[in-house]
Each structure stands twice: as structure tokens, then as C-alpha cells.
């Protein structure tokens, strides 16, 4: 009898080398870079596609957790999993708790197991291969997908394949390090050579037996973060301490570069990790001139550029293989020789703690989102949008006061011991130290500016007292 293909999405990654649009709380997997959906919805509509794809298994960082959420929700996916990772540990152990959940009421499913972030263009091609690999997962085996190489890369690790029937996964000889470009040329011209995908399919107790084998420290902290996990609404919230005790590995170098049960699957499926700006590029849709464009972009006597504009005009003259990216608070300009060199650039900004690295000016929360719109010395002003039926933690500030001034919508105010209605051009004066809360009760988003003065106006300014979210 076939054993059910449960999917597990690994939904913790940073993304860096897509900044500016990419961020450490809004990484790329969340964002809509090719099309109207988001990496992650395009991702789960592509598993659903897959015939007896069971409900899937999300491992996210806690940061990321209501955006991914609401992400499945917007595609109505209502029966995902997600696990809260207190801290990333690499790839083997949130296999290892996604495996671990998996069969946590005695069932053993095949796993499969890929990255929320990548495109993969041809849907049947796509299936086929996971077929395979699920033949082969059933016979005991630990399967990846091998990329048909498109030309040299030096930006991915390989995999040595050796022969199989037609329509067989095909043993794994070697896994070899990112080349240089004369050793990727001669892997290239083999013709024995994939790049490595990163996806993979296992049986849920064949994975954990082989990582038990090789990282029994891995398996024993996932166990007890699992056994030690608490539900918090719709999350399985891993213990901490047990969870960052884990040694921090990837699934490549704990598990498959050592076991002898380690097979391939070709996949040629238009397959791309949108690893860099210049990937985005040659994944795009282009126009006559070789230019891939988003948002009010507009171009005279230039080709082969990538810009994409998130917020307002964006235009170029007479350039050639550049990439522009403006978001409201950076804008990244460069030749896309340099795609790469991005990392060293957000290390850059990182070491001089520039807010730009962990976040957009526009934040996701829970009940929705703020933008800081303006600041001084001693006042910031923000626009806040609240999702019909959401509501904001009852809350107060120390060093703060904040004006409210409705502009769409209805708001209910909590303030103090005084509870009322705003409605349109209405507004309302929170004091230092009142303990208040804002809620949407209608059907539309309420919008409502915000002026805050004082002399703290951090975000670490603010005592919840009551959240239904589960935030402290």
C-alpha cells in the first residue's frame, strides 16, 4: 500500500541577497516577486497539485509566524502545521522536528521536504520526478532532486550521479562544494553532474534512523523540544532551551553526504532558487529590450536591467545590466556581475545597526500593519491599518502619549475606563501611561493616523496586558 506524502515547507530562511526588499523579519519567501502570489503561496498551490499530497508541515522562524499564516489563509490552506522555531538551527533539525510531528500519532509518511522560496515553471515535469522519488523513498532510500545543469554556476554545490533505468532514481556517487568556473565547466561538460536542489524525499522514521546514526545530539534536542512544545493558537510553539541546544547543521553535511542510501532524480522543471537579484532577472517576464520591470518603472535606451519599484516613479536612462530596487526607506543600485556581493553589504549595514537590515518601513503585525510615515526628535507619526475583526493589545506606555485621527473605517477605542466609537475625520488623545486598545469591529480595514510624542517612542515602550495573539 503507498504511503502518504506529507509536505514540509522550510519557511525560516533570511533571504539577504534580495535586500532591500528582502528583510530579516519580511524575508523573500513572503514576498511577491514573480506574479500576484507571494514565493510561499506559489510553493503550497504547486504541492497541491501533487496527487495524494497530505495536509503540510511548516517550519518557521517566530518572527515570521502570523505572516505565514495569513499567507496560507489568503490561499485557503486551514490544515497546515506550523512549528515555531525559537532560533534557526540550519536544516537538520527542523527536518528532524517536521519528521518527528509527522509521526507523532504512530503514522510513518513519506516527507516531502523543500524550501518555501523557490519557482519551478513546469507543474508535470515537476510531479513526475516527485513519482519517482517516492518510489524510491518507500524502498528505504533518501532522495534529492538533481537540477539539469543550465550552464556552469559556481553559486551551487553538485551532485555526482551514477547510472539507473530510465524512469529510477539514480545512486548518489558524490556531493561536491560550490566549483570554480573551470571545474564547473568540466562537470558540465560530463554530463554525470546536477546541482543540488535542496529539496528532498525520505520516509519520516528512515531520515530521523540515518540522522540518529551519524548526529544523535541532533535527534535527542529535537525530541525533547517537541515533547516540551506548547501550543499557542494556531502554532506548535518548540521548547527553547532543547531547541538551540541542537548542534546547528544542514541536512547535506549531517545526513546525506554520509549515508549509502543517498539517490538522485534528475529534474528538469525550470527550477530556480532565487538566489540573487540577477536569478530574479532571468526568471522575469522581459520586454522587447531584455528589461524585467515591477511597479511605475519607466525605462529610455536601456536593456538587459532589472528595476522594481515598490513606491513610487522609478526611471533610468542609457544603462546596461543594472539592477535597481527602491523600496520606501533604501534603494539598491548595481551591475548584476555583483549580485553576490550583497551579503557582504548587508553584513555591512548590520555591523552599523542600520534598521533597514531587520525590517521594512512598513511592519506586518498580527491585526495588520504600521507604516512610519514621519519622525523627529520627540514626535513620530505612523499609519496604522487594522484587518476587519482585528484588535491591537490592551496595552499602555511609560514614555509616550498618541493622537488618533481616523481617516477610513470604524474604530472602537478602550481608553482608560472609557470604551466608544470613532468613526471618519474623528479623533481621540491616548495620555502617558492610560492603559487603551484599538479594534476594527466592521467589515472594511480601519485606517487611522497616529502621532506619538514624548520622549521614548520605542517600540519596547509598550506593556500588553491582555493580547489575544499570545504576545508578551
Known amino acids: 500500500m503507498s504511503l502518504p506524502l506529507i509536505p514540509v515547507v522550510l519557511c525560516g530562511g533570511s533571504g539577504t541577497r534580495l535586500w532591500p526588499l528582502s528583510r530579516d523579519t519580511y524575508p523573500k519567501q513572503f514576498l511577491p516577486l514573480l506574479g500576484e502570489e507571494t514565493l510561499l503561496q506559489q510553493t503550497m498551490q504547486r504541492l497541491r497539485k501533487i496527487d495524494g499530497m497530505g495536509a503540510p508541515l511548516l517550519v518557521c522562524n517566530e518572527s515570521s509566524r502570523f505572516i505565514a499564516a495569513e499567507q496560507l489563509r489568503e490561499i485557503g490552506i486551514t490544515d497546515a502545521n506550523i512549528l515555531l522555531e ?27 521536504v523543500l524550501p518555501s522560496d523557490h519557482v519551478i515553471k513546469n ?19 533518501l532522495v534529492t ?15 555526482r550521479a551514477g547510472t539507473a533505468s530510465a524512469g529510477q532514481a539514480q545512486p548518489v556517487l558524490e556531493f561536491v562544494e560550490k566549483p570554480d568556473r573551470a571545474t564547473a565547466e568540466k562537470y558540465l561538460a560530463s554530463g554525470n553532474y546536477f546541482w543540488n536542489s535542496g529539496m528532498f524525499v525520505f520516509r519520516a522514521s528512515r531520515y530521523l ?24 493558537l494556531d502554532f506548535i510553539r518548540l521548547d527553547s532551551a532543547s531547541y538551540i ?11 546525506m553526504e554520509r549515508t549509502e542510501y543517498a539517490c538522485v ?38 536593456d538587459n536591467c532589472l528595476v522594481h519599484g515598490t513606491t513610487r516613479l522609478v526611471s533610468a536612462i542609457g544603462l546596461r545590466d543594472i539592477v535597481i530596487v527602491e523600496t520606501a526607506d533604501a534603494v539598491l543600485v548595481m551591475h548584476k556581475d555583483h549580485a553576490q556581493n550583497i551579503k557582504q553589504l548587508v553584513e555591512k549595514l548590520s555591523t552599523t545597526q542600520r534598521p533597514e537590515v531587520l525590517q521594512h518601513r512598513e511592519v506586518a503585525r498580527p491585526w495588520g500593519s504600521y507604516d512610519s510615515i514621519g519622525k523627529g526628535p520627540r514626535f513620530q507619526v505612523k499609519r496604522i491599518t487594522v484587518k476587519p475583526g ?15 485621527v481616523v481617516a477610513t473605517g470604524t474604530a472602537r477605542i478602550t481608553n482608560g475606563e ?19 486598545s484599538l479594534e476594527n469591529p466592521g467589515k472594511i480595514p480601519l485606517e487611522l493616523i497616529e502621532i506619538q510624542s514624548g520622549t521614548y517612542l520605542g517600540e519596547d515602550d509598550i506593556v500588553r496586558l491582555e493580547d489575544r495573539y499570545g504576545r508578551t
Open 123 to 141: 507543474q508535470a515535469t515537476f510531479s513526475a520526478a516527485v513519482n519517482i522519488a517516492k518510489q524510491a523513498a518507500e524502498e528505504g532510500k
Open 418 to 436: 472609557q470604551v466608544y466609537l470613532l468613526t471618519e475625520n474623528q479623533s481621540t488623545y491616548i495620555p502617558v501611561g492610560v492603559v487603551h
Open 265 to 302: 532524480v534528475p529534474l528538469d522543471a525550470g527550477w530556480s532558487d532565487i538566489g540573487s537579484w540577477t536569478a530574479v532577472w532571468e526568471a522575469a517576464a522581459k520586454n522587447a529590450d531584455n528589461n524585467a520591470t515591477h511597479g511605475d518603472v519607466i525605462l529610455q535606451d536601456c
Open 209 to 232: 534512523e540515518e540522522l540518529s546514526r551519524f548526529h544523535p545530539e541532533i535527534v535527542a534536542a529535537c525530541q525533547n523540544a517537541l515533547a516540551l512544545a506548547k501550543n499557542d
Open 390 to 404: 482585528a484588535k491591537l493589545s490592551l496595552q499602555m506606555h511609560h514614555h509616550r502619549a498618541e493622537h488618533w
Open 245 to 255: 541546544a541542537s548542534p546547528d547543521k544542514a541536512i547535506d553535511y549531517a545526513v
Open 86 to 112: 525559537p532560533m534557526r538551527r540550519n536544516t537538520a533539525p527542523a527536518i528532524a522536528v517536521a519528521a518527528l510531528q509527522a509521526m507523532a500519532h504512530g503514522d510513518d509518511p513519506i516527507l516531502m
Open 145 to 159: 532532486f538533481g537540477i539539469s545543469p543550465l550552464g556552469p554556476e559556481t553559486g551551487y554545490g553538485y551532485i
